[in-house]
């Protein structure tokens, strides 16, 4: 097992090292503003000639997000079929994050019948925005931009897209938990209740309350939005100082798995934390 886990990563590194002189051999731009030339600029896709927000999507977006669900659904099914008493790799990791994710759900949701839909909805958006950070930050593959309104795809010089560097997929997700967390709210409050906690500690406290819970999913989606694009285009000006050799997988790795992970995990805590305040 470890001779192939070490001829495996032999080949990596050759391939990637192969790929990365040819790039900045050929492809790399010597001059620097044309690297930031389409940096930042979205293959959006408009529908209407309005130009409204409605009418325009990105297909980046779509596909990767559809992409890492049939993806792990495809995980999930065969490590459900191939249950085992004593567990492979797949299916030992699959219990270790299941198991962590419940206990810290379980440790902060007071009502035991809330326990099981918020662990479900906080383990669905771990491994999801977890899976997308690690693609969008830590492995090289196509990518698309935009420059002069000219689609240009790009091999290797950049990692794949990531899904939370939208910010409508992470506000989408916020807004998510901020319903479902008002939905909990109402089921264990009753109406009534839920409508007079709005009016804590005090009546004139109203207004504050609505600004306060307005402000929970913007912030929630800007601060993974912030943490990935940011680093995304971090980690691209550091590869091209570098002619996309050695060291972007140092910057890969890192915002790629670190960060990644520790992002997705502090969205997923936050989730169980508005839900855990609103039922509470």
Known sequence: MKKKISTGL???????????????IYFVPKDTAEVTKGLANRW??????????????????????????????????????????IPDRKQALSESVMDFMYEVVESVIDDPKFV?????????????ISIANIIGGAI???????IDGHVKFTLFQDTWFSPTADLNTNLTY??????????????????????????EPTPIMLPMNII??????????????GNIGGGAILTFMLSYLVKYLFMPVVFWGYFGMFVGLVQALVF???AVAYISEKIS
């Not at 032999?10 to 900045?24: D, H, R, S």
Request: aromatic letters at 14%.
């Open 10 to 24: 032999l080949i990596f590194l050759i391939i990637y090292t192969v790929v990365g002189i040819i790039n900045a």
């Open 44 to 85: 959006i896709v408009q529908f209407s000639d309005t130009k409204a927000w409605y009418t325009r999507i990105n297909p980046l977006t779509l596909i990767m997000s559809w992409a890492i669900i049939i993806g792990l659904i495809i995980f999930a099914v065969r490590v459900g079929k191939n249950f085992k008493v």
């Open 140 to 146: 090289p593959g196509i990518n698309v931009s935009v």
């Open 268 to 270: 997923s805590m936050l």
């Open 174 to 199: 916020a807004l998510m938990v901020f319903v479902i967390s008002h939905a909990f709210a109402i089921k264990a409050k009753g109406f009534g209740g839920w409508l007079k906690s709005w009016m």
């Open 212 to 225: 306060g819970e307005l402000a929970k999913p913007i912030s929630h989606s800007l601060r993974l939005f």
């Open 116 to 128: 099981k839909p918020t662990f479900m909805i906080a383990t669905t958006l771990f491994i999801y």
